[in-house]
C-alpha cells in the first residue's frame, strides 16, 4: 500500500539536552517521522548552524510542522526564530531536557514514543509567548539574588539529577542572599519592594517547581508575577513548601499578580534569566504574543480548547 505523502517535516535537536538520550533513538524518530509520510529536513543545534540558520531559508518555512528535541532551552531558540522570520507552523515537542516545564504544561511525556504519537498527530492549541526586551520566553523570566543558581550549576549534575540539582545549588547560596530593591510598574499600579527573587511566568512551572505560578494560563494573554519578598531566613523554608504544593500566592511574602505589561526596573544589576539561559539587562519591558505559537497536543487528553 502506498505511503500518504504529508509534506515536510523539519526535525530540530539538541543531542546534549538532558541525559542525551534523544540521540541515542534518532534512527528510530526518523523511521516514524518517514512512516507516517513526512520527508524529514534535519537540524541539529550547533554553534555553526542554528535554528536560526535553517529558518532563514525559505525552503524550511514552508514545511508542514516543525518537531523540537530538548529541553525549554531548545524551544525558546525555535520560538525566536519563528518569531524572527514569521513562520507560523505547529510545532510537536519532544522532551528530553532537565525539567521540560513547557512540555509538562501540554501534558507531554518524556516518553519518546508517546510524544511522537501527538507530535505526529492532528490536534493543536495556541499558546501565547512572553515578550521581553525583543527577545521572546515560551515559559518564564527570572532575576534576583538566587537565579544564577541555574546559570551556576554543573550541566553533568543537572543531567544527573534533574531538578533535584537546582534545589541542593540553592540551598547552598541562601547564606548570601540579600534583598534587592525594584520597581515594578504595570497599567494599574506601581510597586516598590524589596525582593529576593522574581519570575514572570507565561506557563506554571520553573526549575521542577511544579505550581510556581498555579494560576498560569498560556492561553489567557497574560503574564503572572510571583515576586518573593526580603524576609528573615528562617521563613523561607516553610515558603519552600507551600512552593512545592502551590499555596504560596497568599503568603505575607509573596507578591502575585497577572498583567498583560510589566516594566522592572532596580538601581542594582539583577541577574537574569530566560527559560534557563542568561537573560536581558534591566530595565525590562514586558509584553504578551498573544497566542503566537501552535502546539501539538494530545487528542485523548487535551480539554482547554
Known amino acids: 500500500m502506498a505511503r500518504e505523502d504529508r509534506g515536510k517535516l523539519l526535525l530540530y535537536y539538541n543531542p546534549y539536552s538532558g541525559s542525551g538520550i534523544f540521540k541515542d533513538n534518532l534512527d528510530h524518530i526518523i523511521e516514524r517521522c518517514q512512516n507516517a509520510g513526512f520527508a524529514v529536513t534535519l537540524v541539529r543545534a550547533s554553534r555553526d548552524y542554528t535554528i536560526f ?4 531559508k525559505e525552503e524550511n518555512r514552508d514545511c508542514e ?7 525549554d532551552g531548545t524551544m525558546n531558540l525555535c520560538a525566536n526564530a519563528m518569531v524572527k522570520y514569521d513562520v507560523d507552523i505547529p510545532v510537536g515537542i519532544l522532551p528530553s531536557g532537565t525539567a521540560n516545564d513547557f512540555a509538562f504544561y501540554f501534558e507531554i511525556d518524556s516518553d519518546i514514543d508517546a510524544a511522537l504519537d501527538i507530535a505526529l498527530g492532528n490536534k493543536t492549541t495556541r499558546a501565547d509567548l512572553g515578550y521581553v526586551n525583543g527577545r521572546c520566553f515560551i515559559n518564564v523570566c527570572a532575576m534576583g539574588a538566587m537565579v544564577d543558581v541555574s546559570q551556576k550549576t554543573d550541566p553533568l549534575l543537572k543531567n544527573a ?5 537546582y534545589y ?38 520553573a526549575g521542577g517547581f511544579r505550581k510556581l505560578s498555579p494560576r498560569s494560563s498560556m492561553a489567557d494573554g497574560k503574564l503572572d508575577v510571583v515576586a518573593f519578598k526580603k524576609m528573615p531566613i528562617v521563613e523561607f523554608g516553610p515558603l519552600l513548601f507551600e512552593v512545592i504544593s502551590g499555596r504560596h500566592p ?3 511574602n509573596v507578591i502575585y499578580f497577572q498583567s498583560e505589561r ?27 504574543l498573544e497566542g503566537r505559537l501552535q502546539v501539538f497536543v494530545s487528542e485523548e487528553t487535551w480539554k482547554y480548547d
Request: net charge negative; no cysteine; proline share 5%.
Open 161 to 165: 539529577l534533574g531538578p533535584l540539582a
Open 262 to 288: 510589566l516594566r522592572v526596573e532596580s538601581e542594582e544589576d539583577l541577574t537574569t534569566d530566560i527559560d534557563g539561559e542568561k537573560g536581558e539587562k534591566l530595565p525590562l519591558d514586558f509584553s504578551v
Open 250 to 252: 497568599n503568603n505575607k
Open 168 to 205: 541542593l545549588k540553592a540551598a547552598s547560596e541562601l547564606p548570601q542572599v540579600h534583598g534587592i530593591p525594584v520597581r515594578l510598574t504595570t497599567a494599574e499600579e506601581v510597586i516598590e519592594e524589596s525582593i529576593y527573587f522574581m519570575t514572570v511566568m507565561n506557563g506554571e512551572s
Open 53 to 56: 540558520d535553517a529558518l532563514e
Open 65 to 71: 510542522r516543525i518537531i523540537v528535541a530538548g529541553g
